[in-house]
């Protein structure tokens, strides 16, 4: 699991622990099997469409950042 993803895992966890689950294409879709990644990848749009809430991490807020 890349650090990246892990941090997001940590910023997005529910404080009272209750159950999320989230699809995250990084560890859903095999990233070394071309063939499985594409199959992936032309499901993500009815994944999207069919999610209650869409999420989309671009990483952990800097001190300097202006988001």
Do not use: H
């Not at 159950?19 to 999207?48: P, T």
């Amino acid at each position: 699991i890349r650090r990246t993803v892990a941090k997001m895992l940590q910023y997005l966890r529910f404080p009272d622990k209750r159950q999320r689950f989230l699809w995250i294409d990084a560890l859903c879709v095999s990233q070394d099997d071309y063939m499985e990644k594409e199959k992936q990848v032309n499901r993500m749009g009815s994944i999207y469409r069919e999610a209650k809430r869409v999420l989309i991490w671009l990483g952990q807020e800097e001190e300097y950042d202006d988001r």
